[in-house]
Structures are given as C-alpha cells and as structure tokens.
C-alpha cells in the first residue's frame, strides 16, 4: 500500500527545497561562463541539486499518476529516465574534469616554459617539474633541481612570472654529488 498523499507532500518540499539550492547556486555557476576556465566543484554541486531536483519532479509525477491512474509502474519507469538523464550529465561533468583529475590539464609549453625560466643559462638542471591544476585559475608546482651552485628556493620560485598563476610553489634545491659534476658540466 502507498500512501500517496504523503509521499506527494514529501516530494514537493524536497522538490521546493532542490530548486531553492538550485536558484542559490545559479548566479554563481552562471558566473563562470565568460571564462574558458570554469569552478568544476560548483558546477557538480549545481548539477546535483538541479538532478535532486529532476528526481523530486518525476516522483510527483509517478505518485500521481499511481494515485489517480493506478499506474504503479510509472515509478520504476520515472527512476529509469530520471537515471538517464542524471548519467548523461555525470559524463559530460567527467568529460570536462577528467583532464584535471588526471593531472593533464596543464599545457606542455608552459611546463617547457617553465623548465627553461627555473634553468636559466645557469648549470641548474630541473630534475623534476610538476605542475597541476588546484582552481579555476590556479596552479601548483613541485620541482626539484640539481645544481653545481645552488641558490635559495625562493630565488627559484622569483623566476616564474605571475601569469602563470602559480598559487603554491614547493622547490627542492640539490647540490651535485662530486661524482656528477662531470655529467653536468
């Protein structure tokens, strides 16, 4: 026995609630469209709420049409599309994220770019740069560089312009072993 008339309440203040959150967050996902560079988390929190949303509207639909059709099924058949739908957009938030979750989303010239700005016409050699992407806008990088004389990090890290957004910078800085100054030099 379904008590449709309390499930129908229940569902219309969870789907009141849904497009509240959802209004709240508009003006701030929508905020993001002038840039190339879009807030991913904002983005799944706003297609969370708008599928909670989408969720709440096809249970109201299922309940009514149990309640005054007796079509029960349309309920399984309402979370079938209402999963449809939610996954189309699961992929395509994968899809734009998926370079960022893999470290990937840096471009190949600006690590160069940076290699070559660390490196100088010194002796100083990046053993290691990684570089990835913590904001919208932001980077952060670790790099670790092998020199015969080396210098402070920060000396290192006054070397990277601030177009490159660089919002955290850890740099380990080593001496060549005696053995390896050959190699180098």
């Given at each position: 026995?379904?008590?449709?008339?309390?499930a129908?309440?229940?569902?219309?203040?969870?789907?009141?609630?849904?497009?509240?959150s959802?209004?709240?967050?508009?003006?701030?996902?929508?905020?993001?469209?002038?840039?190339?560079?879009?807030?991913h988390?904002?983005?799944?929190?706003?297609?969370?709420v708008?599928?909670?949303?989408?969720?709440?509207?096809?249970?109201?639909?299922?309940?009514?049409?149990?309640?005054?059709?007796?079509?029960?099924?349309?309920?399984?058949?309402?979370?079938i599309?209402?999963?449809?739908?939610?996954?189309?957009?699961?992929?395509?938030?994968?899809?734009?994220?998926?370079?960022?979750?893999?470290?990937?989303?840096?471009?190949?010239?600006?690590?160069?770019?940076i290699?070559t700005?660390?490196?100088?016409?010194?002796?100083?050699?990046?053993?290691?740069?990684?570089?990835?992407?913590v904001?919208?806008?932001?980077?952060?990088?670790?790099v670790?560089?092998?020199?015969?004389?080396?210098?402070?990090?920060?000396?290192?890290?006054?070397?990277?312009?601030?177009?490159?957004?660089?919002?955290?910078?850890?740099?380990?800085?080593?001496?060549?072993?005696?053995?390896?100054?050959?190699?180098?030099?």
């Amino acid at each position: 026995i379904i008590s449709f008339d309390e499930a129908i309440f229940v569902a219309c203040v969870g789907l009141v609630v849904n497009l509240v959150s959802a209004w709240m967050l508009q003006d701030q996902h929508d905020g993001d469209h002038g840039d190339h560079q879009h807030d991913h988390n904002l983005r799944a929190a706003y297609l969370h709420v708008l599928a909670d949303a989408l969720t709440s509207f096809f249970a109201i639909f299922a309940l009514l049409s149990g309640k005054f059709f007796g079509w029960v099924w349309m309920d399984a058949a309402m979370g079938i599309v209402g999963s449809i739908i939610i996954g189309r957009w699961s992929f395509g938030l994968l899809r734009d994220t998926s370079r960022i979750l893999l470290d990937a989303d840096v471009e190949t010239e600006a690590v160069e770019e940076i290699r070559t700005l660390l490196e100088g016409d010194s002796d100083d050699v990046v053993a290691d740069l990684h570089l990835w992407r913590v904001g919208p806008k932001n980077l952060a990088a670790i790099v670790s560089i092998v020199s015969h004389d080396p210098h402070p990090p920060e000396s290192y890290k006054a070397l990277v312009p601030e177009r490159f957004g660089l919002a955290h910078v850890t740099v380990e800085v080593n001496r060549c072993p005696a053995e390896d100054e050959k190699v180098l030099a």
